[in-house]
């Protein structure tokens, strides 16, 4: 599935062709108010704009739910688990033979926040992973004094990941190769335990290799790369990042004052 989205940010939109910079601070600044507002309709509406943007895309919508399924099915997990731990007033009962599960009005008007919360930033950090090739984003990052540690290892995770996908891939192929999905449930699960920690050992071994190697040429978490970023924002797209800003800030005024 990662591998579906490795070359997303060569298509052609109007957010494809806005200047890395401009998107990257754009999208994290959101995804910071997104979850800051307290007001559930103000973040409704982040959501709902970020998902207006996505048929502009051409991203097919098969790969897209996929790609958003997981985070959406924990946002869930979060919210119900909410409904059931916090609060004081219980609003509803779930009885299961002699054990009686109460659901709170706190908790369900905190998970519902936080659903609509964990969603939206969902939402907007994959619009901004789909429109914005990773090294735009990391080299933004650092034009904006994240420490360089920080940037180094997201880098070398984004590289790896996919070599670490198409291993676990290839030996997942391998096990079914060998009628492993005739088996049990309990044979599956232990056969996927032993390919996720194969894939973990093998991970660590391919990391103390690399930063060896990288120790070897020199690497130094305090040394300066040549910049990545050698032409100035177009005055365009200053404006349509200064656009955004204000509506965010508007959105943070909205959310304090009324």
């Known amino acids: 599935m990662l591998g579906d989205f490795k070359n997303i940010s060569e298509k052609n939109s109007l957010l494809h062709a806005l200047d890395g910079r401009v998107k990257t601070i754009v999208f994290l ?18 959501w709902i704009a970020s998902l207006a943007i996505f048929p502009s895309l051409h991203i097919p919508i098969g790969a897209l739910i996929k790609r958003l399924l997981m985070p959406f099915s924990i ?8 409904i059931f731990t916090n609060g004081t007033h219980a609003i509803f009962v779930i009885h299961i033979g002699k054990i009686y599960i109460p659901g709170y009005y706190e908790g369900l008007k905190l998970g519902f926040l936080i ?9 907007i950090g994959s619009l901004l992973s ?10 933004t990052l650092r034009l904006c004094k994240v420490p360089n540690t920080i940037i180094d290892l997201a880098a070398m995770m984004y590289h790896y990941v996919f070599v670490l996908e198409e291993t676990a ?23 996927a335990g032993n390919v996720a920690g194969h894939v973990l050992i093998k991970s660590l071994d391919r990391s103390v290799k690399i930063y060896n190697a990288m120790l070897s040429r020199g690497y130094d978490e ?19 990042g200064v656009l955004c800003g204000i509506i965010l800030v508007v959105l943070v005024l909205i959310n304090i004052f009324i």
Not at 115 to 123: F, K
Request: hydrophobic share 50%.
């Open 29 to 46: 600044s959101a995804i910071i108010v997104a979850a800051c507002l307290t007001k559930w309709y103000l973040v409704v509406g982040i």
């Open 169 to 191: 891939h290839s030996m997942h192929r391998a096990q079914v190769s060998r009628m492993s999905d005739n088996t049990s449930w309990f044979s599956r699960a232990k056969d």
């Open 222 to 240: 305090n040394s300066t790369s040549s910049d990545f970023y050698v032409d100035a924002v177009p005055f365009s797209h200053i404006i349509y």
């Open 115 to 123: 659903l609509l919360r964990i969603m939206t930033a969902v939402t």
């Open 75 to 82: 946002a869930w997990l979060v919210f119900l688990s909410l």
């Open 130 to 139: 789909f429109t914005t090739p990773m090294i735009e984003i990391l080299e």
